[in-house]
């Protein structure tokens, strides 16, 4: 015997073979979907916090600072270069 399943849980409504089964969300998420947000959550704070790190590192660089130092002169310098004398 087949059973036919529909599922749409953005409305937490779950039809099986013509029986319509309401389930409690809870905000945007369903029960069982909670702690998936929380891991979610904690994986993008350790991405975050990777690139913020890889950033002070370039940023603290003396090299860096020279290169930021001539792109700044540069463009003032285009700028200052297209007006009128």
């Given at each position: 015997m087949t059973q036919m399943v529909q599922a749409n849980p953005s409305n937490g409504v779950v039809s099986v073979a013509g029986k319509v089964k309401r389930h409690r969300v809870v905000g945007t998420l369903q029960r069982g979907e909670r702690g998936m947000a929380t891991a979610e959550y904690a994986v993008g704070i350790l991405a975050a916090v990777a690139l913020a790190l890889v950033l002070i590192?370039?940023?603290?660089?003396?090299?860096?600072?020279?290169?930021?130092?001539?792109?700044?002169?540069g463009i003032f310098d285009k700028i200052l270069g297209w007006l009128p004398k």
């Amino acid at each position: 015997m087949t059973q036919m399943v529909q599922a749409n849980p953005s409305n937490g409504v779950v039809s099986v073979a013509g029986k319509v089964k309401r389930h409690r969300v809870v905000g945007t998420l369903q029960r069982g979907e909670r702690g998936m947000a929380t891991a979610e959550y904690a994986v993008g704070i350790l991405a975050a916090v990777a690139l913020a790190l890889v950033l002070i590192k370039i940023f603290n660089a003396a090299s860096f600072l020279n290169v930021a130092t001539n792109l700044v002169g540069g463009i003032f310098d285009k700028i200052l270069g297209w007006l009128p004398k």
